[in-house]
């Protein structure tokens, strides 16, 4: 009798793994299914992308630049890259500086329109010169230790095209007043 049912149960276990194996089988042509189309709508379409020309924007930036510091009798100078700066305390050192320069900085940055939008609020801060907005890259380096300046940075120098908070507009002029405490 124990032999009867034992063969029974054996009987049982091979019929269900191999009706299990048959699901599965099918439940992996399935998954395999799902997987293939979610990468085809995955792939990027071939939408063109519209080409941007900085160059007009450079251009209403020095124009709108031009006009603040006019307006508001600063005396700046433009350089080479198209950034005006006004040197207020030159500082000391002989520094020369590359992108890993870490610069420790009290600054505060506004809009034309003098909306503060970033400040360190007398807290200086750190940061490797290579990890800043370009703007800075450029201008920092006019000034040393104990230095302090002022940077008028066109939008392409700044964030472009992209806004980097709610504070910030796409295309912003930025002017930051920066006084640089220490450069290791």
């Known amino acids: 009798m124990f032999l009867k049912l034992l063969k029974l149960v054996k009987n049982c276990s091979i019929r269900i793994k191999s009706l299990f194996l048959r699901v599965m089988a099918k439940f992996k042509y399935i998954i ?3 997987c293939i189309t979610g990468c ?9 992308v519209e080409e941007y020309d900085p160059l007009p924007q450079f251009k209403a930036d020095t124009t709108a630049i031009s006009a603040f510091v006019k307006t ?20 000391s050192g002989s520094v020369t500086y590359t992108a890993s320069t870490k610069i420790t900085a009290d600054y505060e940055g506004r809009l034309l329109n003098g909306t503060i939008f970033d400040s360190t609020k007398g ?11 370009v703007g800075w ?9 104990g230095g302090k300046i002022r ?12 806004s980097p908070s709610s504070t910030v507009p796409a295309n912003s002029v ?8 220490d450069v290791q």
């Open 151 to 162: 940077l008028i940075i066109p939008s392409y120098y700044a964030y472009g095209t992209q």
């Open 72 to 91: 508001n009798n600063i005396t700046a100078v433009k350089d080479a890259y198209g950034i005006f700066y006004q040197i207020i305390e030159p500082g």
């Open 174 to 181: 930025l002017d930051f007043t920066i006084t640089l405490t």
């Open 137 to 145: 890259q450029i201008g920092i380096q006019r000034i040393q230790k």
């Open 32 to 34: 395999l299914l799902v």
């Open 123 to 133: 807290t200086p801060t750190s940061f490797l010169l290579g990890n800043v907005i």
């Open 40 to 48: 085809f709508a995955a792939c990027k379409k071939n939408t063109p």
